[in-house]
């Protein structure tokens, strides 16, 4: 089994900064891409930027150049860092890892974390 459990959100001032992280643990082999999302009430869930295990990444147009998305292999851990957040950047963030297990080394499956809230005031 694999649990991905993210950290770090809260209340923020519009303006400021957030560091968001998600830890995966359990019976990892490996882990390829992972993923941030996010859902604002009353809207679907969008995604946010991705990284893959060498360290590529891309974006979403909404938070280009705002956010920057990173990893540590050695922890199996992805952060998140938002600057220059807006009302708008108001969801819970979710993260996403495609994770190979130690007992299936051949299967890729996918795993979401529970989510954090962040939360923009203007």
């Known amino acids: 089994q694999v649990q991905l459990v993210e950290s770090g959100g809260g209340l923020v001032q519009a303006g400021g900064s957030l560091r968001l992280s998600c830890a995966a643990s359990g019976s990892i082999f490996s882990i390829n891409a992972m993923h941030w999302h996010r859902q604002a009430p009353g809207k679907q869930r969008e995604w946010v930027a991705y990284?893959?295990?060498?360290?590529?990444?891309n974006y979403a147009d909404s938070v280009k150049g705002r956010f920057t998305i990173s990893r540590d292999n050695a922890k199996n851990t992805v952060y998140l860092q938002m600057d220059s957040l807006k009302p708008e950047d108001t969801a819970v963030y979710y993260c996403?890892?495609?994770?190979?297990?130690?007992?299936?080394?051949?299967?890729?499956?996918?795993?979401w974390g529970q989510g954090t809230q962040v939360t923009v005031s203007s």
């Open positions: 996403y890892g495609i994770v190979r297990e130690t007992t299936t080394p051949g299967l890729a499956r996918n795993y």
């Open positions: 990284i893959t295990s060498g360290g590529s990444t």
